[in-house]
């Protein structure tokens, strides 16, 4: 392998050289008049993708420290909350509740499920419920999950809606305010193609109360503090001050495109690479249509370990797919096609697929199959 990578995954994703290069620039320190006007830019940019009025806050971490910041700042020890999970990334917000000393109302699906709005609903009007936390993206399985519909249930219940966007956020529509989504994470790896360690968490007028009331411990993810701070261009902590530039440079790179031509790209990204899966004679897992459009889920033939295959492609051919988590491990390859991805990342995602699995015993139909049907898709529009 001559050391050529290809990172074609769900986050983090390939960061494009105006990003690199404004990473690479000479650091600000962070209580300079440089970086509040960076910090303030980078503020608006993000409330503008969030699509809110309300505060967009960051927070140093990955998008993990995001989704336990609205843990922490929304409950208070006995409250009812909903967690609805489908995969691998609903049940991260019962292990923070849990870790919080709460006991959530668990409405399970099957992983690969859509979440189901009016069982989410039904089960925050059966009591006074505090919070109720989703997925859009569920990352593990490819399935997009529908939080319009998810808000209209949720919204007459009273009960704050917090909707995990770490993988999803940019990628695909998510109109905080006007669907009525109270808390929105999501982090700077994936769609947003900068380098790991922000994340970030808007939050509603409604969310800010029960902030204001609610009881359990927290400090550096306090979201006090950290509104305190944004409200004069600063930060409570020492931020990760190059991620910062990097990430306005991303959003002036998506901005510039345009927030609906990105979401047309990654679908039709998507439908290339379901083709191309297809075309090699393989099922896909994540849902074929044009929801899918972060992750494409292929299940692997019979007989073939996935993870064999994730090696296979990572150590011969210099790329990087994903493989399958928890139950779907060795099942199941994940293509992301979010952030700084293009046609050409499609082609090479199917064509390294088709070479490791024939390195395992696996023929397609034809040779070159699922490149040549990606390439077919992308040429006729
Ligand atoms: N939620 C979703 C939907 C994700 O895809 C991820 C990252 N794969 C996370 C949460 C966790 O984010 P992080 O690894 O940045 O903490």
Redesign the pocket.
């Known amino acids: 392998m001559d050391g050529k990578r290809y990172l074609i995954t769900?986050?983090p994703t390939p960061v494009p050289p105006e990003v690199v290069a404004a990473e690479a620039a000479p650091l600000h320190h962070h209580r300079s008049p440089d970086f509040r006007a960076l910090l303030g830019e980078t503020l608006a940019a993000l409330r503008r993708l969030f699509a809110t009025e309300h505060d967009v806050l960051l927070f140093t971490?990955?998008?993990?420290?995001a989704?336990e910041s609205s843990v922490a700042n929304l409950l208070s020890p006995g409250d009812r909350v909903v967690v609805a999970s489908a995969g691998n990334?609903g049940e991260?917000w019962l292990k923070l509740v849990r870790a919080y000393g709460i006991e959530p109302v668990h409405v399970a699906h099957e992983w690969g499920e859509r979440l189901d709005p009016a069982r989410i609903g039904a089960a925050a009007e059966e009591a006074e419920t505090a919070a109720v936390f989703v997925?859009?993206?569920?990352?593990?399985t490819g399935v997009v999950h529908d939080i319009e519909a998810i808000a209209k249930h949720t919204a007459p219940t009273g009960a704050v809606l917090v909707v995990?966007?770490?993988?999803?956020l940019g990628g695909v529509e998510l109109a905080t305010d006007a669907w009525g989504v109270d808390v929105v994470v999501a982090?700077s790896?994936?769609a947003l193609m900068t380098p790991?360690g922000l994340?970030f968490a808007s939050v509603s007028p409604r969310a800010w109360l029960r902030a204001e009331r609610s009881t359990l411990p927290r400090y550096y993810l306090d979201w006090r503090l950290t509104a305190d701070s944004q409200a004069k261009n600063d930060t409570a902590f020492t931020p990760a001050v190059t991620v910062v530039a990097a990430l306005r440079k991303a959003l002036e790179l998506i901005e510039s495109r345009g927030y609906e031509t990105v979401w047309a790209h990654n679908r039709r990204l998507a439908l290339g690479a379901r083709e191309g899966v297809k075309a090699l004679g393989l099922e896909l897992y994540s849902p074929d249509d044009e929801t899918s459009a972060m992750v494409t889920a292929l299940l692997m033939p019979d007989g073939i370990d996935g993870q064999r295959c994730y090696g296979v492609l990572r150590d011969r051919h210099g790329i990087v797919l994903a493989g399958g988590q928890g139950s779907l491990r060795g099942r199941i390859m994940r293509i992301g096609h979010m952030g700084y991805m293009n046609e050409f990342d499609i082609v090479t995602a199917l064509a390294g697929l088709e070479l490791a699995l024939a390195e395992l015993g696996y023929r397609p139909p034809r040779p070159g199959a699922g490149a040549a049907r990606a390439v077919e898709v992308f040429a006729s529009g």
Do not use: C, L
């Open positions: 769900p986050g971490g990955s998008g993990t420290a989704m990334f991260r997925t859009q993206s569920e990352t593990s995990d966007a770490v993988s999803s982090g790896q994936k790991p994340a």
